[in-house]
């Protein structure tokens, strides 16, 4: 079994598969070509013909035109590969279940969720361009709140011991839901606490993707955790051949205790987000902990992931606890992304603090691979005068993705957008600040799959008090940064044509 699940893991690999198969449809070309010359005309009209349905397709269905143009240009290349990877990839007609019903419950449960007008039109009072971020948002089911306090911390470790100290104190219930947990010094710790909460009768859930864990758990982990009292469900659970390509993922971070307190940001539970392994450096990572009413929109989002996945009959209102938050400075909208959605949340967040800032925009992401539109929006505010700095690893995990997210240095540099690579190690926070106003942080990076394809969430901040603990903390990190130039974004002939061929298959990565 682990040698079937390793070579799974192998063969999973998305470039790998999409490599075997266009030299798969290279071979059938040149071997009908070569020995049924009337074999291959035929095959290539049906390919052909296959190929237009899938871009007439792309068109009805695929709303973002920069998209469009990737996958039509992968198309036209290659007319069968190209249209099996968006049928199955791109367009989402196959796909698990559940995953589906997740999406269902997320609307039926739009009512969970209403927006006290007295908070919307208080800060849309206070700053209209804030009121209109949090407007949409409100729009997207996910209202505003104020009674909420937020801390942040700048790396993995700093919050690795309240977290312990708040699961200690849970009473009630504690949900977890990530996208990777290995087993190790943090995760051993955690579930400790959870076997002995769970004696004391709390209620734990745990969530986990299975694509996620798939190099760090055993297949049957749900098995082991459910034999200590804890109720586990793996996300969207591989399957051969046709998830391989399957892209919709619980890319989510958060552990919710008892109704009052969520952790959230860009940690998972594994040893190199506490830096006490080195995969990468130094993990350069963050943490939010949110307590007061805002606490209430994590929950829905859990639950409804856990009731779209199992057959329990959930009663919402039974998590949901008064806050015991004074009143705190600013607001606060968490929110959720999922690949069914056709408003584009995660994107349209991003867009509204670039367009609205006026003074900076300040950006921390792991990964930069950029639509025309967000491109666009950051080098027209680069002309309005607003100051953008964009930090990213100096030590990558990926190294295809690494190279894609430079590809784009030569149009952000001649904007005038300063770059930065932070020499430490592995920057994973996702994060955007703009003017000491606004500021999104959680799982969102810069690139495709977390804007259209995962299941992500994060928490739209206005004037709450640790926005400036997250500037500050943002040119703190700077100071441990090497400015990119625009002879160091320079590729070679070499180098330029691989970063062409990656932006091809940006929407596959």
Known sequence: ?????????????????????????????????ANFNYLFRVFEIIFRLFGLFVVLCIIRYN?????????????????FVGSILYLLGGLNIITDKHIRKVNRKEKETEYLLRQDKKVLQSVMKENMYAGADFNFLNNCNYPVYDNTDVKYYKCGEDAFDDMLFELNKAKKYIFLEYFIITPGIMWTAILDVLKKKVKEGVEVRVIYDDVGCINTLPTYYKDALESFGIKCIPFNRVSPVVQL?????????????????????????????INKIEKFGYWKDSVLKITGDAVWTYIVMFLRTWDGISKEEIDYYKYKNKTEVKKAKGYIAPYGSNPFRKDYIA????????????KYIYIMTPYLVLDSDILSAL??????????????????????????SRSYYRPLLKAGIKIYEY???????????????????GTINLDYRSLY??????????????????????????KKCTEVDMDDASPNIRREIIQLLLRLIAPLL
Request: with cysteine; glycine share 4%; charged share 20%.
């Open 1 to 33: 079994m682990k040698m079937i699940k390793r070579l799974f893991n192998f063969m999973g690999k998305r470039l790998f598969i999409m490599a075997f198969l266009v030299i798969l449809e290279i071979f059938l070309f040149v071997f009908l070509l």
């Open 63 to 79: 709303e973002k035109p920069g998209n469009q143009i990737l996958w039509i240009v992968l198309i036209m290349m290659f007319p």
């Open 245 to 273: 390509v399957v892209n919709n993922r619980d890319h989510r971070k958060m552990m919710i205790i008892d109704g009052k307190t969520v952790f959230t940001g860009g940690i998972n539970i594994a040893d190199e987000y």
């Open 347 to 358: 994107e349209e967040a991003y867009m509204s603090i670039i367009t609205h800032a006026n």
């Open 379 to 404: 080098t027209l505010a680069a002309k309005r005068g607003v100051e953008i700095k964009i930090m990213l690893p100096g030590i990558p995990d990926k190294k295809y993705i690494y190279m894609l």
């Open 423 to 441: 020499d430490p190690g592995f920057l994973h926070t996702k994060m955007m600040i703009a003017d000491d106003l606004v500021c999104s942080i």
């Open 453 to 478: 394809l995962h299941f992500e969430c994060s928490s739209f901040m206005y004037e709450c008090s640790c926005i400036n603990d997250i500037r500050d903390d943002f040119n703190a990190s700077l």
